[in-house]
């Protein structure tokens, strides 16, 4: 099945449970970290997920869920500042447009953050800002690789 229809479907499976978690006591951590896993499974190739949301003064991005990036580099990342040059997350969150880093080792956007992401084996990253209804940023749904790479025209739909 191809990576958009397997994604659609699992989404939809986990929307559906996400009331009932949340009624037995699932932190928002858990609910996110099962819908990023959810991601990860339907992909046709490795990639590692993250949610961050902006802190109550929108200026700096907080750890939501990211279940497969290494604990360390969330913590680093918790209360970082956005920027118009603030990695993929912060930038996107920033600018309220998506940021498609394809190489971190080289993109000036990473210039101060590139040290925390490569000893992790961080290589791409690309980040999409969340809306709520109302259109204003939320946060950002990050995807990241472990080798660069762009996305294709189907991953950007």
Not at 75 to 88: K, Q, T, V
Not at 90 to 113: C, E, H, K, M, R
Request: glycine residues 8%; proline residues 7%.
């Amino acid at each position: 099945m191809p990576f958009a229809l397997n994604l659609q479907d699992n989404l939809r499976d986990r929307h559906g449970r996400v009331a009932l978690e949340f009624a037995s006591g699932d932190s928002l951590e858990s609910v996110l970290g099962r819908h990023l896993l959810a991601v990860e499974a339907c992909a046709d190739t490795e990639l590692l997920t993250s949610i961050l949301l902006l802190d109550d003064t929108g200026t700096r991005i907080l750890h939501g869920a990211a279940p497969s990036l290494p604990k360390s580099y969330c913590n680093a990342i918790h209360g970082a500042e956005i920027g118009p040059e603030a990695g993929s997350c912060g930038t996107a969150a920033f600018t309220g447009q998506p940021i498609y880093v394809s190489d971190i080792a080289t993109n000036t956007l990473w210039d101060d953050y590139r040290h925390l992401a490569l000893p992790h084996g961080l290589r791409a990253c690309w980040s999409t800002p969340i809306r709520d209804p109302e259109g204003k940023v939320l946060g950002t749904f990050a995807v990241y690789h472990l080798t660069p790479r762009s996305p294709t025209p189907t991953e950007v739909k």
